[in-house]
């Protein structure tokens, strides 16, 4: 490799050449091309404010359905609990009342699990007076 010295050699001149003075006035030639009002800013939060608040709103529904659904289930075992209370605990009401106020709906879904033993049906029918009450419904 070659020592190259900058100094001693001649330099290799580019080839653009500017006219003479052509800075002087540069700045002000600039200055009255540019528009004379200023343009509008517009910032990138108030242009999509709309979509901010649209995923706000998501983020926010998206969060409290489940919260709401639990204490909807919670209050509703809550009640179902205080009605059972209730009757269980006010006398007055017999399992006849209790029959006239269900519809035929209602006392279709009662299951009873209870397996009825034939020694206890057969003393139950014996005791009765009014067999043809049981056997017709």
């Known amino acids: 490799m070659n ?3 900058l100094d001693t050699n001649p330099k290799i001149e580019s080839g653009f050449k500017i006219p003479d003075s052509y800075f002087d006035g540069f ?3 600039v200055m009255q091309q540019l528009p004379k009002e200023e343009p509008k800013v517009v910032s990138f939060y108030s242009r999509n404010i709309r979509w901010i608040y649209s995923a706000a ?4 529904l998206s969060l409290s359905i489940p919260i709401v659904n639990q204490f ?3 209050s509703d075992e809550a009640m179902n609990t205080e009605i059972e209370n209730y009757l269980s605990y006010h006398s007055t009401l017999s399992d006849d009342d209790l029959v006239e106020l269900m519809d035929n709906e209602d006392i279709s879904k009662i299951n009873i699990d209870a397996p009825i033993e034939d020694k206890a049906l057969e003393e139950t029918l014996s005791n009765t007076t009014n067999i ?6």
Do not use: L, R
């Open 3 to 5: 020592n190259f010295k």
């Open 57 to 60: 709103a998501v983020i926010v």
């Open 72 to 74: 909807q289930n919670n």
């Open 132 to 137: 043809e009450e049981y056997i017709t419904n």
């Open 27 to 29: 700045s002000e030639k």
